[in-house]
């Protein structure tokens, strides 16, 4: 602690630890400057084993998101149309007072599944993001499905590896290829660059595998350009090649795999490398380099994103993927392996938290990804009356934009939403009530990018009238009549339960008393853990007989009748929709649509034309960028932005509420678009004008309903 000069008045200046909250694998642990209530500046901790005391630009900033002029700072009550954002300041009691008296009425006419909360990774940290969970469960509320990311991811890895743990990211400093497969390391991992590094160091190559010449693919030593949502493919023609050229691990497979030979007998031979470039567009010839350079590797190591499993077969290209480093052997090589998710949440007893125990039997469950369809069909019995809305914002982030916000403009719903800005969803509210930064609450975290779990306490005072989700919950419950002792806590009473809990949710002992001074600590792993497969058989099952099918196979994507695949990649400045707040990191204008050279020149347009994408969900325009990085056929943008920062819409008036093939996971990337020039030029923020001319439906795309 310190003193520092201000205006001739002297404050004590303290520095404390706390965590990023964001939904990103890197989980940074942070160093906040706090002066005056104020935290003034946010740096990276050094001593955190893996984020090591850097952070994004985003985060280096984060007071400035913390004290952003524009938190809500009281409760508000709607008083324009539904999107207008109008509002009159109302107090804490009478904003709970009125959403009670709301639910109370609904559950009298409709029951309480009538009731729907969502919520997502706006915080991570284990309280604050299952914070409604025990009370929507006792309520009786309809059962939110959270879906939107990368269940199939998870679900695809789960058929093969079962719970086996992931191998940590440092392992891969040991490695001397490494794969970044639909990872944009740069954008979304920055963390694991340092392990690249010392890798690439001591040799390793870097093998990139995406949809387009992202950053990372620029970075890496080699590149290979898949057509979109066609992983599958392409791992079954690796495959193919490794079997074919004897670069399998035969001893590694005959101990540790089952299924190998009905791969090799019934999948391989259809996946020749030439039937694997017909499906993925890479030329058979590099698709065989690929395999040698992977095979013919002492230990391989393969980190994988999220963006490819985001398509009609995303499960199945999991299960694909995971068949590499098992017919390599690469788990039992030092630095070899596999790292798709990581959870280090399975330290902890989220149950303590999260009371599936107050479920009600039988209540309905509601995937996330499918707002639209649940907020607009009629014939939903019981209807979604109300919706509660916190760490999330889907009139922004969630599929199919047209029919969510249609949803959302329901004079007949009753909407709430708890937020820190006045987002498009919360647009929308009938109550909006102000949320915490995760610098004014207590909670704890893990990652899932590496095994460093954390906790933080509130660092400041709450900005204005701010409360954390676990108090609104709290007082939610006291309303509705809730007796249950489980609702005195406090957020920091939980987060001492958890850590306590970790003694019989970790197999060896987790250092506590650091975690309980909130400093950084890395979860130990027992010594050969990536060869500890914990699946029913003991071992990698490529082919499962509890799945469907038993043995994996590409699928390929939905696609639309239209000529462009659209994907819609990250944008560094912001994640997901946060951070749209911060002027510095959005002035430069929003909504790009790379698109090839060829393909501009095709169509007539030129570079930084107007232009509008659409399909038969709807509309969105953006500025065209040419450029070589993106394939013919297919279109890139980057980020989702809020609503006042587009031409009318992000994104995800494009985006489909279609599901994946296991996990029920989202296809936000399995979309096509038909491109033109756009007739006028839309003004950056001119939201009103943009919402009118849309409502003419000018595009012939549908409308976009406000
Ligand atoms: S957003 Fe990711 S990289 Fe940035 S500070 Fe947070 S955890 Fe770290």
């Given at each position: 602690?310190?003193?520092?000069?201000?205006?001739?008045?002297?404050?004590?200046?303290?520095?404390?630890?706390?965590?990023?909250?964001?939904?990103?694998?890197?989980?940074?642990?942070?160093?906040?400057?706090?002066?005056?209530?104020?935290?003034?500046?946010?740096?990276?901790?050094?001593?955190?084993?893996?984020?090591?005391?850097?952070?994004?630009?985003?985060?280096?900033?984060?007071?400035?998101?913390?004290?952003?002029?524009?938190?809500?700072?009281?409760?508000?009550?709607?008083?324009?149309?539904?999107?207008?954002g109008?509002?009159?300041?109302?107090?804490?009691?009478?904003a709970?007072?009125?959403?009670?008296?709301?639910?109370?009425?609904?559950?009298?006419?409709?029951?309480?599944?009538?009731?729907?909360?969502?919520?997502y990774?706006?915080?991570?940290?284990?309280?604050?993001?299952?914070?409604?969970?025990?009370?929507?469960?006792?309520?009786?509320?309809?059962?939110?499905?959270?879906?939107?990311?990368?269940?199939?991811?998870?679900?695809?890895?789960?058929?093969?590896?079962?719970?086996?743990?992931?191998?940590?990211?440092?392992?891969?400093?040991?490695?001397?290829?490494?794969?970044?497969?639909?990872?944009?390391?740069?954008?979304?991992?920055?963390?694991?660059?340092?392990?690249?590094?010392?890798?690439r160091?001591k040799?390793?190559?870097?093998?990139?595998?995406?949809?387009?010449?992202?950053?990372?693919?620029?970075?890496?030593?080699?590149?290979?350009?898949?057509?979109?949502?066609?992983?599958?493919?392409?791992?079954?023609?690796?495959?193919?090649?490794?079997?074919?050229e004897?670069?399998?691990?035969?001893?590694?497979?005959?101990?540790?795999?089952?299924?190998?030979?009905?791969?090799?007998?019934?999948?391989?031979?259809?996946?020749?490398?030439?039937?694997?470039?017909?499906?993925?567009?890479?030329?058979?010839?590099?698709?065989?380099?690929?395999?040698?350079?992977?095979?013919?590797?002492?230990?391989?190591?393969?980190?994988?994103?999220?963006?490819?499993?985001?398509?009609?077969?995303?499960?199945?290209?999991?299960?694909?993927?995971?068949?590499?480093?098992?017919?390599?052997?690469?788990?039992?090589?030092?630095?070899?392996?596999?790292?798709?998710?990581?959870?280090?949440?399975?330290?902890?007893?989220?149950?303590?938290?999260?009371?599936?125990?107050?479920?009600?039997?039988?209540?309905?469950?509601?995937?996330?990804?499918?707002?639209?369809?649940?907020?607009?069909?009629a014939?939903?019995?019981?209807?979604?009356?109300?919706?509660?809305?916190?760490?999330?914002?889907?009139?922004?982030?969630?599929?199919?934009?047209?029919?969510?916000?249609?949803?959302?403009?329901?004079?007949?719903?009753?909407?709430?939403?708890?937020?820190?800005?006045?987002?498009?969803?919360?647009?929308?509210?009938?109550?909006?009530?102000?949320?915490?930064?995760?610098?004014?609450?207590?909670?704890?975290?893990?990652?899932?990018?590496?095994?460093?779990?954390?906790?933080?306490?509130?660092?400041?005072?709450?900005?204005?009238?701010?409360?954390?989700?676990?108090?609104?919950?709290?007082?939610?419950?006291?309303?509705?009549?809730?007796?249950?002792?489980f609702?005195?806590?406090?957020?920091?009473?939980?987060?001492?339960?958890?850590?306590?809990?970790?003694?019989r949710?970790?197999?060896?002992?987790?250092?506590?008393?650091?975690?309980?001074?909130c400093?950084?600590?890395?979860?130990?792993?027992?010594?050969?853990?990536?060869?500890?497969?914990?699946?029913?058989?003991?071992?990698?099952?490529?082919?499962?007989?509890?799945?469907?099918?038993?043995?994996?196979?590409?699928?390929?994507?939905?696609?639309?009748?239209?000529?462009?695949?659209?994907?819609?990649?990250?944008?560094?400045?912001?994640?997901?929709?946060?951070?749209?707040?911060?002027?510095?990191?959005?002035?430069?204008?929003?909504?790009v649509?790379?698109?090839?050279?060829?393909?501009?020149?095709?169509?007539?347009?030129?570079?930084?034309?107007?232009?509008?994408?659409?399909?038969?969900?709807g509309?969105?325009?953006?500025?065209?960028?040419?450029?070589?990085r993106?394939?013919?056929?297919?279109?890139?943008t980057?980020?989702?932005?809020?609503?006042?920062?587009?031409?009318?819409?992000?994104?995800?008036?494009?985006?489909?509420?279609?599901?994946?093939?296991?996990?029920?996971?989202s296809?936000?990337?399995?979309?096509?678009?038909?491109?033109?020039?756009?007739?006028?030029?839309?003004?950056?923020?001119?939201?009103?004008?943009?919402?009118?001319?849309?409502?003419?439906?000018?595009?012939?795309?549908?409308?976009?309903?406000?």
């Open positions: 602690m310190r003193r520092a000069g201000l205006g001739g008045v002297f404050h004590l200046m303290e520095i404390r630890n706390s965590v990023c909250p964001y939904d990103c694998p890197d989980c940074c642990g942070l160093r906040v400057h706090v002066e005056g209530g104020h935290a003034t500046r946010v740096e990276g901790d050094p001593s955190h084993p893996f984020t090591r005391g850097t952070l994004c630009p985003k985060m280096a900033h984060y007071e400035r998101t913390v004290h952003n002029d524009r938190r809500i700072q009281h409760p508000m009550r709607r008083t324009g149309k539904k999107g207008e109008m509002f009159e300041r109302i107090s804490w009691d009478a709970i007072e009125e959403i009670a008296a709301r639910w109370k009425r609904i559950i009298a006419a409709d029951g309480a599944e009538a009731i729907l909360p969502y919520s990774a706006g915080t991570m940290g284990i309280v604050q993001h299952g914070a409604g969970h025990a009370f929507f469960a006792r309520l009786g509320a309809s059962s939110l499905d959270r879906t939107i990311c990368s269940p199939a991811k998870r679900a695809g890895y789960k058929a093969v590896m079962g719970d086996t743990r992931c191998a940590a990211p440092q392992e891969a400093q040991e490695s001397d290829c490494i794969v970044l497969w639909g990872c944009s390391m740069l954008a979304t991992d920055i963390h694991f660059r340092h392990d690249v590094e010392a890798a160091k040799g390793a190559r870097v093998l990139c595998i995406d949809t387009y010449e992202t950053k990372t693919a620029q970075y890496a030593d080699e590149f290979f350009c898949v057509k979109p949502g066609t992983d599958g493919a392409f791992a079954l023609g690796v495959l193919h090649v490794l079997a074919r004897g670069l399998t691990d035969e001893a590694f497979i005959e101990a540790h795999v089952t299924g190998w030979e009905a791969l090799k007998e019934r999948r391989l031979p259809h996946y020749t490398p030439e039937r694997a470039a017909a499906e993925t567009g890479v030329p058979a010839a590099e698709i065989e380099r690929f395999a040698r350079l992977y095979g013919m590797a002492r230990a391989p190591f393969i980190r994988t994103g999220s963006g490819y499993s985001r398509y009609a077969g995303g499960a199945a290209a999991t299960r694909l993927i995971a068949c590499l480093p098992a017919a390599v052997g690469a788990y039992a090589r030092r630095g070899g392996g596999f790292l798709s998710s990581i959870s280090g949440g399975k330290a902890f007893d989220r149950d303590i938290v999260h009371r599936p125990d107050l479920a009600k039997k039988g209540v309905r469950h509601i995937n996330m990804c499918a707002l639209g369809n649940v907020l607009t069909d014939r939903l019995a019981p209807r979604v009356r109300s919706l509660y809305v916190y760490a999330s914002n889907p009139a922004c982030t969630a599929p199919d934009q047209n029919r969510v916000l249609a949803g959302l403009s329901r004079g007949d719903l009753f909407t709430v939403v708890h937020e820190r800005f006045l987002t498009d969803t919360a647009r929308y509210a009938d109550i909006v009530l102000p949320a915490t930064s995760s610098l004014e609450h207590d909670d704890l975290y893990y990652s899932y990018g590496h095994y460093t779990v954390e906790r933080a306490r509130a660092v400041i005072p709450p900005v204005g009238e701010s409360r954390s989700n676990w108090a609104v919950f709290c007082a939610l419950a006291h309303a509705m009549g809730i007796k249950d002792a609702f005195d806590q406090t957020a920091d009473a939980l987060v001492e339960a958890l850590i306590a809990s970790a003694d949710a970790w197999e060896l002992p987790v250092d506590k008393a650091r975690l309980a001074a400093e950084p600590v890395e979860l130990p792993l027992p010594a050969g853990y990536k060869m500890d497969f914990l699946t029913p058989s003991g071992k990698i099952e490529i082919e499962n007989p509890r799945e469907e099918p038993a043995l994996p196979d590409y699928i390929a994507p939905y696609g639309d009748a239209a000529a462009f695949a659209l994907v819609s990649a990250p944008d560094m400045r912001i994640l997901d929709s946060s951070f749209c707040e911060r002027e510095e990191l959005t002035r430069e204008g929003t909504m649509l790379m698109m090839h050279p060829a393909d501009a020149a095709r169509l007539a347009l030129t570079d930084g034309v107007e232009v509008v994408c659409g399909n038969t969900r509309a969105a325009r953006f500025t065209l960028k040419c450029t070589p993106v394939p013919a056929g297919r279109v890139v980057e980020g989702v932005w809020w609503q006042a920062l587009t031409k009318g819409g992000n994104v995800n008036r494009l985006t489909a509420q279609r599901l994946t093939d296991s996990g029920g996971g296809t936000f990337y399995d979309v096509c678009v038909d491109v033109r020039a756009a007739r006028c030029v839309w003004g950056r923020g001119d939201f009103a004008k943009n919402v009118e001319t849309d409502k003419e439906g000018e595009d012939g795309y549908g409308r976009n309903p406000t």
